[in-house]
């Protein structure tokens, strides 16, 4: 079909055409895609939280099929429906030996359902079944804690209610089934070697870091110490020395950022979330979020050091950390890696016992 030639100068000459044309067909279907992207924009739906003015940039983006996605440990909640006490019916303290003192002046049908409900929620079978097992000790000091989230700090603890009024939170908020709630975290303290010249517990990598080589100690610092976030200026932080407890140092930025990491993954969103990511420096310029997540900071370091800290007396070894530090919490052991706990669902209306000390529930 072809000239003798061009048979003999092409099996002299073999060139592979197979390469080229997959190249072109590649970079030509890209072209291609990018075209109908430009003209009738991505296939898959997004929703956005405008966090900030319009046009400026600030607005939390998610795609609709993720956003609908609920917590999948949402689907274990169990909450029983009220009871109405009967007249003349006996209060847990007068029906019960062993009672739980917190709880013994609700009506025994109230006592029963309330109980039986904490230990669904936390996974516990004999929960408040005795002095003898600490959990008991545990559950009393949680008690108590929930108390505080649900009244003292309700501007926090109702802030992602789905209808603006009640959230709220119970045992299962934390715990979702489990004795021990994910989410809890221990001091790393020596575990972690420190860089020289720079106690930041930086350069490995761990789960307080979210696994990046920023300082694993930000936890620690911010959320038990209450160390102060003071980083929001202009000034360039080279000229001190890092190891004067004085001087605010660029590591202190990066401690910063190790929080700030810790909280977006903890809630699920980016920086603009809660500031206008052109200037960080700017108080006048955050959204009404940032508010929320500072009251956070106040209600995690009230719960660390008055409830939680407290129970390595309690706690038995296994319970404990590696330096022997009792668990603590932070965003992520309620959050779960949403910005709603449990998408915002009303944890609390059916509980009234757990709103308030239960001497004014009770009588």
């Known amino acids: 079909m072809l000239?003798?030639?061009?048979?003999?100068?092409?099996?002299?000459?073999p060139t592979d055409v197979y390469r080229p044309a997959i190249l072109v067909g590649?970079?030509?279907?890209?072209?291609?895609?990018?075209?109908?992207?430009?003209?009738?924009?991505?296939?898959?739906?997004?929703?956005?939280?405008?966090?900030?003015?319009?046009g400026t940039g600030m607005h939390v983006p998610d795609f609709v099929a993720v956003a609908a996605r609920p917590?999948?440990?949402?689907?274990?909640?169990?909450?029983?429906p009220p009871v109405e006490p009967a007249p003349g019916e006996p209060t847990a303290g007068e029906a019960y030996e062993n009672a739980e003192p917190l709880l013994a002046s609700l009506p025994q049908s109230q006592y029963d359902r309330l109980v039986g409900a904490m230990r669904e929620w936390t996974g516990i079978p004999d929960l408040l079944a005795g002095e003898e097992n600490y959990q008991t000790v545990v559950a009393r000091r949680m008690i108590q804690m929930t108390w505080l989230l649900n009244d003292a700090w309700s501007g926090h603890t109702n802030a992602y209610a789905d209808d603006g009024t009640n959230a709220g939170v119970n045992c299962f908020t934390c715990h979702r089934g489990q004795p021990v709630p994910a989410g809890i975290w221990f001091d790393p303290g020596s575990t972690v070697k420190v860089m020289a010249g720079w106690g930041?517990?930086?350069?490995?990598?761990?789960?307080?870091?979210?696994?990046?080589?920023?300082?694993?100690?930000?936890?620690?610092?911010?959320?038990?110490?209450?160390?102060?976030?003071?980083?929001?200026?202009?000034?360039s932080r080279?000229?001190?020395?890092?190891?004067?407890?004085?001087?605010?140092?660029?590591?202190?930025?990066?401690?910063t950022f190790s929080l700030m990491n810790y909280f977006s993954n903890s809630?699920?969103?980016?920086?603009?979330?809660?500031?206008?990511?052109?200037?960080?420096y700017d108080p006048g310029q955050v959204t009404p979020q940032w508010n929320n997540a500072m009251l956070a900071i106040q209600m995690v370091l009230e719960v660390n050091n008055d409830y939680l800290i407290p129970l390595g007396e309690v706690l038995p070894a296994?319970?404990?950390?590696?330096?022997?530090?009792?668990?603590?919490?932070?965003?992520?052991?309620?959050?779960?890696?949403?910005?709603?706990?449990?998408?915002?669902?009303?944890?609390?209306?059916?509980?009234?016992?757990?709103?308030?000390?239960?001497v004014a529930v009770g009588n």
């Open 71 to 80: 917590d999948p440990t949402v689907a274990a909640y169990v909450s029983p």
């Open 318 to 358: 296994e319970r404990l950390g590696p330096l022997g530090d009792a668990p603590k919490i932070a965003c992520m052991t309620c959050h779960k890696g949403y910005q709603r706990p449990m998408g915002g669902f009303d944890m609390i209306s059916d509980w009234p016992e757990l709103t308030a000390e239960i």
């Open 267 to 280: 809630l699920g969103v980016n920086c603009v979330f809660c500031h206008n990511s052109r200037a960080f």
């Open 200 to 235: 930041g517990v930086q350069n490995r990598v761990t789960m307080l870091s979210q696994f990046t080589s920023l300082p694993s100690d930000a936890l620690q610092k911010y959320l038990v110490e209450g160390e102060s976030i003071k980083v929001h200026d202009l000034e």
């Open 26 to 54: 590649v970079v030509g279907a890209a072209v291609v895609v990018a075209g109908l992207l430009v003209a009738y924009g991505q296939p898959w739906p997004t929703q956005s939280l405008q966090t900030g003015p319009r």
């Open 238 to 255: 080279v000229e001190g020395r890092a190891s004067d407890p004085d001087y605010i140092a660029w590591q202190h930025t990066e401690r």
């Open 3 to 13: 000239p003798k030639w061009f048979d003999d100068w092409n099996a002299k000459n």
